[in-house]
């Protein structure tokens, strides 16, 4: 079966004509079929070879967008079809008469009004006496949701692939990260101003943080970031930005935001909402060199399953919609249907990693929510920003800050970064047992006489887990206390179940690390020292 170019597909179009077919007073077969060809979008013709008649089913007449009653000669019907697949009509057409055989194949019409439908085709050739070809007759179905839903699944298992990859890479890359970039904190916490090295180790200290910037990116790209959600009104996520905002955009172009009167609130991220926004926002401003109004805008939105399908994969359900409006420049087709692939469009030099927008498509899959995007060349671009509607809201837990000591059980099986970790929490005043992977851990564990109040565990480890390792060693030693660090967030690794596990992502800084551990152990009764 012949397919047309995704990039050319039309947006699909729930709204569908009432139907033309029978009256009431027509045989009840006659109009079962018209109603059946109604409710499946198909329609019937046929083409008389020696006159050049085509004849057309009301259904069919509906799909095409011409009037009742009209029959167009072969050239009139080749005059719907898009310009682009008219040379498949007619080699499809010349072989079905030279070979007598049935065909299949899918054609983009172009209507009257100017809409575009694709249409799945099907034919046979009826011979008359002497063996020649004496018409032509088959069914047109319009299949342009089905088309649209297909290019729409690719796109996501295509992204869901490349996510995986770079979620693999940024976890690994953190490990090394985590080294890095403590080393480093500790080198500048030792050197005194006016050394001549503490200069390099700033330099490298920032080139580690630079890089965790990136890594952050993949993460969020491959929905593996840390999250930190919690219940969100986008009214005063909007306004907070939208001084920073405008200044970003300098006098050329006019920010206008469009609050809600009444809007639910959403569970997500804070910072990134508002890097979801801030990279929309950047975006836009890329496409309007020029100048011109950059709208923002939010309000309620409910998807009943009509609706839903326009902005598959959307399922139906209540929203709060963050929708980011230009008129600037538009994109074509392919760059609208390519625009949330890692490094598509980045311009050598352009500022930036290449992965704004793909961060941005993971960022709101993370969170839930469905990104959707209509553009068409001169005509600008809207993002669309679905994110579930959240009842009631979410305090923040009270802060615990004692200074409390204990002994941890330290399980990394990346050498340097074990061995700082080590560093930091006995410089800190800890009593720490190191451990290379779980079967080490038990073993120390076991040997160990005393308490051990805190398990710090990597998640991802050859053999047994950290997970696994945490609750053999809690059935041993009831009431320890368990921080899970990895390169994934939460809950690609599982641990948003339950939600109240402490968790820290890599890379993190020494201070990071020793807040932590401080907050755990200070729930409660302090463990004395």
């Not at 032509?136 to 996501?156: I, N, P, S």
């Not at 993002?383 to 990394?412: C, I, K, Q, W, Y």
Request: glycine fraction near 10%.
């Amino acid at each position: 079966m012949t397919r047309p170019h995704p990039a050319d597909l039309p947006h699909p179009d729930p709204a569908r004509g009432s139907p033309h077919g029978p009256t009431a007073d027509a045989p009840l077969s006659d109009r079962l079929l018209a109603t059946a060809q109604h409710v499946a979008q198909l329609g019937t013709w046929e083409w008389d070879v020696a006159s050049d008649v085509v004849t057309w089913s009301d259904a069919l007449r509906r799909i095409y967008g011409v009037p009742p009653g009209h029959c167009p000669s072969r050239a009139g019907y080749l005059a719907l079809v898009h310009p682009d697949d008219r040379a498949l009509v007619s080699e499809v057409t010349s072989r079905a008469l030279r070979d007598h055989a049935p065909f299949d194949y899918e054609v983009r019409i172009v209507r009257p009004d100017g809409g575009l439908r694709v249409l799945r085709t099907t034919g046979e050739v009826a011979l008359d006496d002497r063996g020649e070809p004496a018409r032509m007759f088959g069914t047109g179905q319009d299949v342009t949701e089905r088309k649209y839903l297909e290019v729409r699944l690719r796109m996501a298992e295509k992204l869901e692939a490349v996510g995986r990859l770079a979620g693999g890479v940024a976890h690994d890359f953190n490990n090394l990260l985590t080294a890095v970039l403590g080393h480093a904190e500790q080198l500048v916490a030792g050197l005194p101003e006016g050394h001549p090295l503490r200069h390099h180790a700033l330099q490298v200290r920032r080139a580690a943080e630079q890089a965790a910037m990136v890594t952050r990116q993949l993460l969020a790209f491959a929905r593996k970031q840390m999250l930190e959600p919690r219940a969100l009104d986008l009214n005063v996520v909007l306004e907070g930005m939208h001084d920073v905002l405008q200044r970003l955009l300098g006098g050329s172009i006019e920010l206008v935001t469009i609050p809600a009167a009444r809007l639910g609130r959403v569970h997500a991220d804070p910072g990134q909402i508002e890097q979801v926004v801030l990279d929309l926002v950047l975006r836009a401003r890329d496409a309007l060199p020029e100048g011109g109004r950059i709208t923002l805008s939010v309000e309620d939105a409910d998807l009943d399953p009509e609706s839903a399908m326009r902005f598959a994969p959307a399922t139906p359900g209540s929203y709060v919609l963050l929708t980011v409006t230009d008129n600037g420049e538009g994109m074509t087709p392919d760059e609208r249907a390519r625009i949330f692939e890692p490094f598509f469009g980045a311009r050598p030099g352009e500022h930036g990693t290449g992965l704004t927008l793909a961060s941005v498509y993971g960022i709101v899959k993370q969170s839930g929510g469905t990104i959707w995007v209509e553009s068409a060349p001169g005509r600008g671009s809207t993002f669309r920003v679905f994110l579930p509607r959240l009842a009631g809201t979410n305090g923040d837990s009270p802060a615990h800050d004692p200074e409390p000591r204990g002994t941890v059980l330290l399980v990394e099986d990346e050498p340097a970064v074990r061995s700082l970790l080590r560093g930091v929490l006995s410089r800190a005043g800890y009593s720490v047992i190191a451990a290379a992977d779980a079967d080490e851990a038990l073993a120390a564990a076991a040997a160990h006489a005393g308490e051990i109040d805190l398990l710090i565990t990597d998640v991802v480890m050859a053999g047994m887990g950290g997970r696994e390792l945490a609750s053999k060693l809690g059935a041993e030693r009831p009431g320890i206390r368990v921080l899970f660090v990895s390169g994934y967030h939460a809950e690609a690794i599982g641990l948003d179940d339950p939600p109240a596990a402490d968790f820290l992502g890599k890379p993190f800084t020494p201070a990071a690390l020793e807040a932590k551990v401080r907050e755990i152990l200070g729930r409660g009764e302090p463990i004395p020292g």
